[in-house]
């Protein structure tokens, strides 16, 4: 094995390419099969625009921790492209899953992209509302996010944050410049220490979001600029996905964002028992599950997520099974 063997990364082909597109339901005028000859400016609209259509048309979940018979998670780009394009049943996964998807995406198309480790802060979690988290302890490396370079500018691209709060355009690494975020929303890049570091002088990105103008910012998760490889992953992965202290384990959710003439409007989430649909900081519940039978017509109906009838079984003697 060689060094360039070690660096080497998965692609797609572009007949993979154009079935991607046609999943993300990218309009026509949009689709290329390479940046190029496409000059900064246009590589950088086209990378928003991929964000965009691919948070709205594949959902952040954690079904296949819960409604499956392995409760095997896989990061193998072939085997992503199968399960979130191929089979046409709605799926997607979680942020080591589809981030890892958009990245080779990207890579496919001919971006400069590399992936990073980050640490979500405790006030950013589904659980925070019902355990009472509001910051300002981080966890440990459980999240996966993109870094793509443009005309030697580099750009945080994450489409695994899920709900509301995520990054739903490319944000420049820049310090402290406020970018709009959904609806009435803003987010940020700080470069700063945390308050779990020993060292305070050893400064991180720290990915923060706001609901309004008048609100506070919330921590999101930080990182460094340092590139994690396919093995850390595996190790982050296995870890989230089987320790009983991660709420993946013990919840189930699904996120879909919303688009409206061609801006990300808000988001339905469906988490454990209920069914909610957030527009621009309204938030109406669309419906209360009482039954596995319920929930599983819910991720139908509101998020176009179609099970099959042995991942509806896998669910069974779970905690996570609505009895």
């Known amino acids: 094995m060689t060094l360039a063997d070690l660096s080497k990364r998965d692609s797609y082909d572009p007949e993979q390419i154009r079935q991607y597109f046609d999943r993300i339901s990218l309009p026509q005028e949009y689709c290329r099969s390479s940046i190029d000859a496409a000059t900064s400016e246009e590589q950088l609209s086209f990378l928003t625009k991929l964000m965009k259509y691919h948070l709205t048309s594949i ?9 499956s018979q392995s409760k095997v998670i896989s990061r193998e780009p072939q085997h992503l492209f199968e399960r979130f394009v191929a089979r046409g049943d709605g799926r997607g996964g979680r942020c080591m899953e589809t981030n890892c998807l958009f990245g080779t995406v990207l890579r496919s198309l001919g971006f400069d992209v590399y992936s990073i480790g980050a640490r979500v802060n405790e006030a950013a979690q589904p659980v925070a509302g019902m355990k009472g988290w509001k910051g300002p302890r981080h966890d440990g490396w459980n999240h996966m996010i993109n870094i793509v370079t443009i005309d030697g500018k580099d750009y945080l691209v994450d489409v695994g944050f899920g709900g509301s709060g995520a990054p739903i355009d490319p944000i420049r690494l820049v310090n402290d410049q406020p970018t709009p975020g959904i609806g009435s929303q803003s987010v940020r890049l700080l470069l700063s220490g945390i308050p779990d570091n020993t060292r305070s002088d050893k400064q991180l990105w720290c990915y923060q979001f706001r609901r309004s103008q008048d609100s506070p910012w919330i921590p999101g998760y930080s990182f460094t600029e340092v590139e994690f490889l396919p093995q850390d992953y595996v190790m982050m992965s296995f870890f ?24 990300i409007i808000g988001e339905v989430t469906l988490f454990e028992r209920e069914v909610k649909r957030r527009i621009k900081g309204k938030t109406e519940v669309l419906a209360k599950l009482s039954s596995e039978d319920e929930r599983v017509e ?3 109906k509101y998020l176009g997520v179609k099970l099959t009838q042995a991942e509806i079984l896998g669910i069974r003697g779970m905690i996570t099974e609505i009895l």
């Open 59 to 67: 959902p952040f979940e954690n079904l296949e921790l819960h409604y």
């Open 240 to 263: 989230t996905s089987n320790s009983r202290t991660s709420w993946f384990t013990y919840r189930v959710v699904c996120v879909k964002h919303l688009m409206e003439n061609g801006e």
């Open 298 to 300: 819910a991720l139908r």
